[in-house]
């Protein structure tokens, strides 16, 4: 089936320290996890993906791994900031087709 | 375009009335895809087009769902007989190629049925 376990539903950080979101997916036929970042009141925005043939991207403060064995991937952002709260989303594609599978969401508070 | 764009940002409507969303996906982008995202929600998928046939539309909810893409270019999401519980933010997103390419959302179309 078609599923995508994203843990923890809210999350409250002290500026400066790390935030991790953890996802789970069920397909084992999926290659491809974007992460996006949501603001009140706009669409969502790609911040960093990962193909499956790559254990872990990094891109300044951002870094996404992946366990394709154990279905796992997470996003970690280092030195947080206040401009990083928002709800974050990962997804999966489904089936090596077009659409994406999300999850529930993270609250991410960044405290000053 | 610069991005993808929906028309219109807010819609109102009476239940049992007919609604047309539209969108317009980033210039040259051959996939687009619909999404319905709830309060509280991730997005979930409701119909996928390759150039101007639906590869896949296994995420509408009923036949009161229908979604084109007449030229392969921009897309209208119809939907009949409005329900309350219709309502929520429909998003739309295209990417360049569809199969594991970076898809890119517009910012939705809130649509409230009273």
């Known amino acids: 089936g078609e599923n995508v376990e994203q843990h923890p539903s809210t999350l409250s950080v002290q500026e400066g320290d790390s935030a991790v979101i953890k996802c789970t997916y069920s397909d084992s036929a999926s290659n491809y996890f974007p992460w996006y970042k949501q603001e009140l009141g706009k669409g969502p925005q790609l911040i960093i993906d990962i193909r499956s043939n790559v254990g872990e991207k990094k891109d300044q403060r951002i870094a996404v791994t992946l366990n394709k064995t154990a279905k796992h991937f997470s996003l970690h952002i280092t030195e947080t900031q206040p401009e990083d709260s928002a709800v974050y989303f990962c997804?999966?594609?489904?089936?090596?087709?077009?659409?994406?599978?999300f999850g529930q969401g993270t609250e991410l508070s960044v405290k000053p | 375009g610069a991005g993808v764009s929906q028309t219109p940002s807010n819609k109102v409507t009476e239940k049992g009335k007919y609604v047309e969303l539209r969108c317009d996906p980033i210039?040259?982008?051959?996939?687009l895809y619909w999404y319905r995202q709830s309060l509280g929600q991730g997005p979930e998928f409701l119909i996928y087009f390759q150039g101007t046939g639906a590869a896949d539309d296994s995420g509408l909810p009923n036949d009161r769902f229908f979604a084109v893409r007449p030229e392969g270019s921009v897309s209208t999401l119809k939907i009949q007989r409005t329900e309350r519980g219709d309502s929520a933010v429909y998003l739309c997103?295209?990417?360049?190629?569809?199969?594991?390419?970076?898809?890119?959302f517009g910012q939705g179309t809130r649509l409230t049925v009273v």
């Open positions: 997804a999966g594609d489904y089936n090596q087709g077009g659409k994406l599978i």
């Open positions: 997103a295209s990417s360049l190629t569809g199969r594991n390419t970076e898809a890119f």
């Open positions: 210039s040259g982008h051959t996939a």
